[in-house]
T-cell receptor, first 113, second 115 residues
Framework: DTGVSQDPRHKITKRGQNVTFRCDPISEHNRLYWYRQTLGQGPEFLTYFQNEAQLEKSRLLSDRFSAERPKGSFSTLEIQRTEQGDSAMYLC???????????FGSGTQLSVL | AQSVTQPDIHITVSEGASLELRCNYSYGATPYLFWYVQSPGQGLQLLLKYFSGDTLVQGIKGFEAEFKRSQSSFNLRKPSVHWSDAAEYFCAVGASEAAGNKLTFGGGTRVLVKP
């Protein structure tokens, strides 16, 4: 497998701007997860999809955040009106099933100035 | 709600020495437990997981972990550490079988390996 790909690797933006990240999971994986990791902390669950359906969203995911997986393949995570507190590493992961091995991408590092 | 505590933020160990990383969880039902490793610039990699059965779990790279329900612990061990084991290690708990990969992570333990 080619692994989970995330784009871009790094994003620097000014406060108030919108940003969008992309995740390409392993092709046959039907579950896709987004996590956020701040410096010195473990990853925090944000949301997950089974195929194109978004099954759960964490309360960490404010109204400024939206995630989609339109055809059950790649996913996007958009943050509107970014704030400095949004600065973090955004991790995507995929698995074949709810209990299948979870494969993580290398993440998108967001810096909001 | 479940939670995970990794009491040690940093651990320094000499190459060839044994390593034990502590993990304590809080969860009312049977937990689904995981250990992940994160090397700089790389994604998180699963070392091992415990769902049920034998409480001593073998993983990749020579790691093992033991589930102790009475102590709410899932400590990770390796008998002889290699320099390549220097990384950050995360313990995680899953809420249920259906949501097995919706994980709550601990804060991590950074392992430094001395030559």
């Amino acid at each position: 497998d080619t692994g989970v790909s995330q784009d871009p690797r790094h994003k620097i933006t000014k406060r108030g701007q919108n940003v969008t990240f992309r995740c390409d999971p392993i092709s046959e994986h039907n579950r896709l997860y987004w996590y956020r990791q701040t410096l010195g902390q473990g990853p925090e669950f944000l949301t997950y999809f089974q195929n194109e359906a978004q099954l759960e969203k964490s309360r960490l995911l404010s109204d400024r955040f939206s995630a989609e997986r339109p055809k059950g393949s790649f996913s996007t995570l958009e943050i509107q009106r970014t704030e400095q507190g949004d600065s973090a590493m955004y991790l995507c992961a995929s698995s074949l099933s709810s209990q299948g091995k979870l494969f993580f991408g290398s993440g998108t590092q967001l810096s909001v100035l | 709600a479940q939670s995970v505590t990794q009491p040690d933020i940093h651990i320094t160990v000499s190459e060839g020495a044994s390593l034990e990383l502590r993990c304590n969880y809080s969860y009312g039902a049977t937990p689904y437990l995981f250990w992940y490793v994160q090397s700089p610039g790389q994604g998180l990699q699963l070392l091992l997981k415990y769902f049920s059965g034998d409480t001593l779990v073998q993983g990749i790279k020579g790691f093992e972990a033991e589930f102790k329900r009475s102590q709410s612990s899932f400590n990770l061990r390796k008998p002889s550490v290699h320099w390549s084991d220097a990384a950050e290690y995360f313990c995680a708990v899953g809420a249920s079988e259906a949501a097995g990969n919706k994980l709550t992570f601990g804060g991590g333990t950074r392992v430094l390996v001395k030559p």
